[in-house]
Each structure stands twice: as structure tokens, then as C-alpha cells.
T-cell receptor, first 116, second 117 residues
Framework: AQTVTQSQPEMSVQEAETVTLSCTYD???????LFWYKQPPSRQMILVIR??????QNATENRFSVNFQKAAKSFSLKISDSQLGDTAMYFC?????????????FGKGTKLTVNP | DAGVIQSPRHEVTEMGQEVTLRCKPI?????LFWYRQTMMRGLELLIY????????DSGMPEDRFSAKMPNASFSTLKIQPSEPRDSAVYFC???????????????FGNGTRLTVT
């Protein structure tokens, strides 16, 4: 079974600085997808960024980027120019690619606080 | 696009009572997922459906839990009888392969916070 590990239960960063959230996963699959979701205090789950395992280029979405190391099974999220609105729980998620709809497996999450 | 709609937003009930949580997926989406979120266990997949058919219910904790999807626009998660340890936030999410890729993200509802006293 696939597992996703987020080793940092909580992190904090000063506004405008950069922070990196860690995620590792365990799988025997070669093709799969990885995601980062954000959950602010409103409880809504919001997709931040996604990465296909067959792509070597790291995904980027504005201030959010990932460092995908397939051999190391590592998928970290970098948030640049942190903003107060980035305060939230961040979940890393894994999905197999089997040609059909598959489930997402989530890590336990990292609580990020952006301080003014 | 109204998004995934869940009801109720909050539910407080007494132990032993039946609880029914409801979900309306995004129109056109053909996969639906029920997740449970707790502080201790994080986000756990309970069950998911493809084209209204249950595919994997291995996450359903006990026979007290049941889920149905009678049509493409509605699903229920029922707990009977409820217990205090069922207290959690229950999320429904949907995904459409019509988006053209298997990496289509899940779209989550706002969740139902269930408290069983």
C-alpha cells in the first residue's frame, strides 16, 4: 500500500520569506501523480499544485513550486514571498496511475503559520 | 459551477442515533469519494464510487457505516448507530475524467462536522 509521510507537524515563517514543506512517499508504482492541497481555517480543501511522475520538470504555480525527486521519493513544496493568507494546513497526496479513476492517499499534514 | 455541495454543515447527535450525510457532486463528474478527517488519523478514505458503483470500501470502519450513490448527482453516507468515536469532519469529493486527464484533481465539498455525544 502507498503511504505518504509529512515529517513536519507544524512550521512557521515570516511574511515575505520562503518556506519549504517536506513530503516523502512509498510506492512500487512507476507512474503516479502527486498533489499538494491547502486547508485554511475555513476547512475547504484547495488544490495548490500537482506533478506527474513521468515529468522531470518541477511544477510551478505562481509563488508555489515543488522539488520532485523521484529516486528519493520526495516531493517538497516551496512557498516564496509568504503571505498571511498562506496560513493553513498543507497536505501532500499520492495517486496511482492505472488508467482509471484512482483514490488519493494523503499525508497527515503540516500546519503552516505565516507571521506578520 | 456550484462545486461539491454537502449537507448539513454541522451535525450534533446523541450516541445511538442514525446520522445521514449528503453530497451532491459537480455535474458531469463520474467519481465520488468520502473522506473522514480527524486530528489523530488525518484524512482517511472511506469509500469511493465510479459511475455510481462502489469501487473500494475497504476504508469503511465498521458495518455501522454504509454509503450509497443512487444516481450520478447524489450520495449519502449513513452511520447507524452512531458512537462518540465517529465524531469527525466528513468530506465528499468528486472528480471528472472528462477533464481529459487522470491527474484531474479532486474537488472537495466544505465538509460536515459531526459531533456524537
Amino acid at each position: 500500500a502507498q503511504t505518504v509521510t509529512q515529517s513536519q507537524p507544524e512550521m512557521s515563517v515570516q511574511e515575505a520569506e520562503t518556506v519549504t514543506l517536506s513530503c516523502t512517499y512509498d510506492t512500487s508504482e512507476n507512474n503516479y501523480y502527486l498533489f499538494w492541497y491547502k486547508q485554511p481555517p475555513s476547512r475547504q480543501m484547495i488544490l495548490v499544485i500537482r506533478q506527474e511522475a513521468y515529468k522531470q520538470q518541477n511544477a510551478t504555480e505562481n509563488r508555489f513550486s515543488v522539488n520532485f525527486q523521484k529516486a528519493a521519493k520526495s516531493f517538497s513544496l516551496k512557498i516564496s514571498d509568504s503571505q498571511l493568507g498562506d496560513t493553513a494546513m498543507y497536505f501532500c497526496a499520492f495517486m496511482k496511475h492505472r488508467g482509471g479513476s484512482e483514490k488519493l492517499v494523503f499525508g497527515k499534514g503540516t500546519k503552516l503559520t505565516v507571521n506578520p | 459551477d456550484a462545486g461539491v455541495i454537502q449537507s448539513p454543515r454541522h451535525e450534533v447527535t446523541e450516541m445511538g442515533q442514525e446520522v445521514t450525510l449528503r453530497c451532491k457532486p459537480i455535474s458531469g463528474h463520474n467519481s465520488l469519494f468520502w473522506y473522514r478527517q480527524t486530528m489523530m488519523r488525518g484524512l482517511e478514505l472511506l469509500i469511493y464510487f465510479n459511475n455510481n458503483v462502489p469501487i473500494d470500501d475497504s476504508g469503511m470502519p465498521e458495518d455501522r457505516f454504509s454509503a450509497k450513490m443512487p444516481n450520478a448527482s447524489f450520495s449519502t453516507l449513513k452511520i447507524q448507530p452512531s458512537e462518540p468515536r465517529d465524531s469527525a469532519v466528513y468530506f465528499c469529493a468528486s472528480r471528472g475524467l472528462s477533464q481529459g486527464s487522470y491527474n484531474s484533481p479532486l474537488h472537495f465539498g466544505n465538509g460536515t462536522r459531526l459531533t456524537v455525544t
